[in-house]
């Protein structure tokens, strides 16, 4: 079935729903950033792939909104579909809101589901609409309608997250949880993103690609913690497991039933923007609710010892893998056909080779040379260039370890740079180091750190359109909250235990993109009259490509920073290696 033809059957079937306008986000019930194939209707309705999105449908019109890494991406997929991109951040972007009042006449009706935005995002929607002069049905469940062969929901079996890569039991969790909740007023939690569950009941699972995570919920009260899954998903030993660890199993799809059971008694911790606008609907008008940050995401953002050694161990693995995969990229090109998607299949090779590697934590990001400049390109068999000896290569990529989970970018020159590919080069490097040295008072938030990366480019006028650094889990999702580094405003402080990446980057379209990630790790550096300051550690292992670095751009700081982190990299992974490998790594992390 064409784009076209879809848009056509939503259409027919927003008229027998009485609606002049269907939203259509990139979302599930849990808010997930990556989606079981039977929650990728955007992706489905459009034929735009990326991961990021919202199509709005009038009966006449049709609209896409995405940021800047998925521009170039978007208006390739759009291309023929009579869908209009509308760039997110640009000035002459109009809001949703605001093509809707555009296209719609005043007393119309825009429908969405309201399972796939949270309760936040639902809110400012509705009011949004109504200041426009139009009506909202967040009720509007159509999928099933319009998608014959919808695929079915995740049948996969869950696992145990061992305690020795959890540092913590489930029932030493549910402990931590019961405590907050006491310290914030309240004696209820729901527990709806699926990192969320995977953390607070030690469960892996394989449902969504890339994040090991299996689909249910979560509620825990003072007395009761009920985890809602299908109960084909848990073998009886991890059933029993966590059983006698006090927590009762319930089939997934009761969790409905369970909230709109809730008392006058029952005070909810609830952080607005992690429960959808459904599950919060369901809330009985006599219970109450208190306004908090999630309580499990604020808790697993802070990794515990165990975590933080686990972390740094897969790490050690990802840094072979990635040297090896490094060596085989500068020997091989020029001598035999590699391409963007070959070099994705070779690092998931190389990954498998190290012991307790699970999965990709993202699809390979293999940029050459133009392609680097699409911030989340993804190659595909017809746009997939060969790669050859010469310009930038950037690759972003990540892998699930049961000890922990990564993501990193490494750019390499495979020719001669010039001077412009030297000059970026240099600046991405100084702006990552910088970030790396920092020392700063507890209570500094990310927003106020971003500006380091971005110092040096800034200098140069040059900026880059994402954030500078995410949190990540510890062999949960590569993406995790609550922190961030970036320009936006973020009122979650960097604390001791939180790990985050560190990537700025320069894209020059048409020409090359640049961009260098390492994990970082907060830690406490020192106490003084002034109080707590902390620093970061830098855990990733893989050495940065000198060739393209204009030396005398660097400070005597930024030289010695990089000259340790070569020493480390090279103590830590030479062991690891064969001679060849320890003398072609000795090489590349050799002082400049």
Known sequence: METSDRINKLRDSMASNGIAAYIAPSSDPHLSEYLPDCWKL????????????????????????????????????????????CKLGLPNTPSIEDWLGQNLEHGQIVGFDGRLLSY???????????????????????????????????TGKA???????????VNEKLTIIRKELTKNSANACILSALDEVAWAFNIRGNDIEY????MAYGFITLEKATLYIDPQKLSEELANNLVQQGVTIKNYGKIGKAI?????????????????????????????????LSIPTKLKAIKNPIEIENIKQSLIKDGVAMCK???????????????????????????????GFVSES???????????????????????????????????????????????????HLGQPTQEEMEDYTLVLKGMIQLSMAQFPAGTRGSQLDILARMAMWNKGVNYGHGTGHGIGAFLNVHEGPQSIRQNENPVTIEPGMIQSNEPGIYRAGKYGIRIENLI????????????????????????????????????????????????VYEKLAPRLNQSMKDWLLKKTKEI
Request: hydrophobic share 35%.
């Open 325 to 355: 995969f490094i060596h085989w990229v500068e020997n091989g090109v020029g001598k035999e056909q590699i391409t963007e998607t070959t070099i994705a299949e070779k690092l998931v090779e190389l990954r498998s080779e190290q012991e």
């Open 362 to 412: 993202f699809g390979t990001i293999a940029g050459y040379r133009e392609h680097g400049a699409i911030v989340h390109y993804s190659a595909s068999a017809e746009t997939a260039s060969q790669i050859k000896p010469e310009g930038f290569l950037l690759v972003d990529s990540g892998g699930q370890y049961l000890q922990g989970t990564t993501d990193i970018t490494r750019t390499t």
């Open 211 to 214: 994040n090991p995570v299996a």
């Open 159 to 169: 696992f145990e997250h061992e305690l020795r890569y959890a540092g913590l039991a």
């Open 260 to 292: 709109k059971s809730a008392t006058a008694e029952t005070i909810f911790a609830l952080d607005k923007s992690r429960i959808n606008h459904w599950l919060y609907s369901l809330i009985p008008k006599e219970s109450k609710t208190i306004k908090t």
């Open 42 to 85: 955007r992706a489905w309705l459009s034929g735009f792939t990326g991961s990021a999105g919202t199509l709005v449908v009038t009966t006449t019109k049709a609209a896409l909104w995405t940021d800047s890494r998925y521009f170039l991406q978007a208006e390739q997929e759009l291309s023929g579909s009579g869908i209009e991109l």
């Open 521 to 568: 790790i907060c830690r406490e550096a020192m106490e003084t009259d002034s109080g707590k300051f902390y620093n970061f550690e830098t855990v990733t292992l893989c050495p940065i490509d000198t060739k393209p670095i204009k030396v005398d751009m660097l400070s005597p700081e930024e030289r010695s920073w990089l000259t340790d982190y070569h020493k480390m």
């Open 120 to 154: 936040m995002q639902a809110a400012k929607l509705i009011k949004d609409i109504k200041q426009k002069g139009l009506k909202s049905n967040p009720k509007v469940d159509i999928i099933n309608e319009i998608w014959d062969e919808r695929p079915d929901m995740p």
